[in-house]
């Protein structure tokens, strides 16, 4: 059994100026989701992404107090790579996530970014 929430699907559904994200997460067999709306312009989907990845983490914990502070694309080297800002909890305990784009869709890599921020977290919460 994993330990940590399983990414299983990214949806985006564009109508117009607006698209809506479905992140639907596993967490020992049972099916979890997240969505945000927000600006269907590609370079705002990532961030929209991310809000539905938290979402999606929120209800797999309950009681988990999260708050997406940023996502961002960057070139290091030359890698690029997806990071994500959360603020975790009551204590306002600030966590980075990373995630390589290489091939990846930059949704799916700001997904993997807010994930990587909060799984180390996650074991204790969960």
Known sequence: ?????????????????????????????RRHYGTAVGSAERS???????????????????????????????EIGEARVALAQVRLGEDGEVLVGTALLADADPSLAAVRA?????????GRVL
């Open 1 to 29: 059994m994993n330990r940590r929430p399983v990414i299983v699907a990214i949806e985006e559904d564009a109508d117009g100026d607006d698209v809506r994200v479905t992140i639907t997460l596993d967490w020992e067999g």
């Open 114 to 122: 807010v994930m990587a921020a909060l799984n180390r977290r996650l």
């Open 44 to 74: 705002h989907r990532p961030r929209v992404a991310a809000e539905a990845a938290l979402e999606a983490v929120e209800r797999v914990g309950g009681n988990l107090q999260a708050e997406l502070m940023a996502v961002a694309t960057a």
